[in-house]
C-alpha cells in the first residue's frame, strides 16, 4: 500500500519537481500537495485526512510561514519526517528549518535516489523519541458550571506537588484561556500585572521572558485570563501554537482551564494538548452535552485515546458506574469525582484549595497521580 508524503508549499515550480521525482521513485510513495500555507487548525484536519503520511515536505517560498508550519506539523504528528525545501540553495533557509525541528533540507541538485532513501527515513533517527518537550493537559467543560475550573486548578496543583517531588521535573503553568468569563484572578485573589493576553503578544520572545507574564500561587505558575473582552482578538489569537509550544519547552506541565464553547484559538490548543479532559457532572443534561463535545474534538482532529472523560459531583461515595456511551468508542472515563459541595464553596469563598481532608480532593489527588505516570 502506497504511503502519502505530504508537500506543503504555494511553489509550483518545486511542487512540480518534487512530485517527479517522488512518483519515480515507485509505488510506495505518492505525493499529496496542500498549494498553501495552513492554519494550526487546518493542518490538523489535513493530517487527519491522510493518517499513514509518513514524511511532510515544507517549501520555503514564505520563510517565516514555512517555518511555522515545520514546528505545527512536528506538534501534531511527532513521528513524522519533516523537511524544508526550497527551489534553489539557501543555507540561511536551510538552519532555519532544521531549527524548527526538520530533520534535513532538501535543494537542488535533486539526488532522486538519495531524496528517497531520505523519505524512507533510514539515515534518520525516529523524531519523537527524541522528543522532550513537556506536556499540554487541557481541560473542557460539558457546560459552564460542571466544574472544570475547580478540577484543572486541583489537578494543576497536586501535579505541582508531583513534579516537586521529582528532583528532574520542572514546574506547573496554569492558564485559565476562558477569554469571555475567566475568574482564576478572582478566585484565587490575584492581582496580575499581566495576562494571557499580553503573553500571546510576546509570542516572538516569549521563550526568554516566561517570568513577567506570570503569577505565582504556591507552588504554581499562573497565566490569568484577561479582566475585559476587548483585551484580545483575533490578532493576537494567531499565536496560541507558538506560545504553549514555549510553554512546553519550560514546564513539566501546562494545564489549559477552557471555556465551554471550542472557539478558534480552543481548537489551536486542543489539538497541540497531549490530552483533553471532558468534565461534566451526572445531570443527563450534561452527559449529552460531553457526548457533542466529545465528538467536536474528534472531527477537529484529536485522536479518541487522547480524550479522557471525567464526572465531577458523582455520589458523596464516589460509585458512580457511568460506561461511555456508544457515541463515545475508545474514549476513557478516567475518574468520577465525589460531590462534595459544602467544602468545595468554602475553598471559593477563601480564595483557597479545598481541604485535604475532602474526599474530592483526595480523588483529585489520585487522578493526578494517574496523569503523572501516564505522561
Not at 515507485?26 to 498549494?35: A, C, S, T
Not at 497565566?223 to 514555549?246: H, K, M, N, W
Amino acid at each position: 500500500m502506497s504511503r502519502p508524503v505530504l508537500i506543503i508549499s504555494p511553489d509550483k515550480r518545486l511542487n512540480a519537481a518534487l512530485a517527479e521525482i517522488i512518483e519515480r521513485g515507485g509505488p510506495l510513495n505518492r505525493p499529496v500537495f496542500l498549494e498553501h500555507y495552513p492554519t494550526f487548525a487546518q493542518l490538523g484536519s489535513f493530517l487527519s485526512d491522510h493518517p499513514n503520511a509518513h514524511a511532510g515536505i515544507v517549501g520555503f517560498a514564505d520563510p517565516e510561514r514555512a517555518r511555522k508550519a515545520i514546528e505545527v506539523l512536528r506538534v501534531l504528528q511527532p513521528d513524522i519526517l519533516a523537511f524544508g525545501a526550497h527551489i534553489e540553495p539557501a543555507p540561511r533557509l536551510a538552519q532555519m528549518a532544521l531549527k524548527a525541528g526538520a530533520v534535513d533540507f532538501l535543494t537542488p541538485p535533486w539526488r532522486p535516489d538519495k531524496l528517497w532513501g531520505r523519505l524512507e527515513g533510514g539515515e534518520f533517527p525516529s523524531p519523537g523519541a527524541t522528543h522532550g518537550d513537556g506536556a499540554l493537559l487541557a481541560f473542557l467543560p460539558a457546560q459552564g458550571g460542571d466544574g472544570a475550573s475547580t478540577v484543572a486548578l486541583h489537578v494543576a496543583h497536586a501535579l505541582a506537588g508531583l513534579a516537586a517531588a521529582d528532583s528532574g521535573s520542572s514546574g506547573v503553568l496554569l492558564s485559565d484561556f476562558d477569554f469571555h468569563a475567566g475568574v482564576t484572578s478572582f478566585r484565587l485573589r490575584l492581582s496580575a500585572a499581566r495576562t494571557i493576553a499580553d503573553a500571546l503578544r510576546a509570542a516572538e520572545t516569549i521563550d526568554s521572558s516566561w517570568p513577567r507574564y506570570l503569577s505565582v500561587w504556591g507552588r504554581l505558575s499562573i497565566l490569568p485570563a484577561p479582566q475585559s473582552d476587548d483585551c484580545i482578538d483575533a490578532s493576537d489569537t494567531q499565536f496560541v501554537p507558538e506560545v504553549f509550544q514555549s510553554a512546553k519547552r519550560k514546564f513539566r506541565f501546562t494545564v489549559l482551564d477552557l471555556p465551554p464553547a471550542l472557539y478558534s484559538a480552543c481548537k489551536d490548543a486542543a489539538l497541540l494538548a497531549e490530552r483533553v479532559f471532558v468534565v461534566c457532572s451526572t445531570d443527563r443534561l450534561s452527559l449529552h452535552l460531553a457526548e457533542r463535545r466529545v465528538r467536536d474534538l474528534q472531527q477537529l482532529g484529536v485522536a479518541a485515546e487522547q480524550i479522557k472523560l471525567i464526572v465531577n459531583r458523582a455520589d458523596a461515595d464516589n460509585r458512580f458506574r457511568a460506561v461511555a456511551p456508544p457515541v463515545m468508542p475508545g474514549v476513557d472515563l478516567i475518574a468520577a469525582l465525589p460531590n462534595d459541595y459544602q467544602r468545595v464553596n468554602k475553598a471559593y469563598l477563601e480564595g483557597n484549595l479545598v481541604e485535604a481532608s475532602s474526599p474530592f480532593r483526595q480523588s483529585v489527588d489520585e487522578l493526578a497521580e494517574k496523569i503523572y505516570k501516564s505522561l
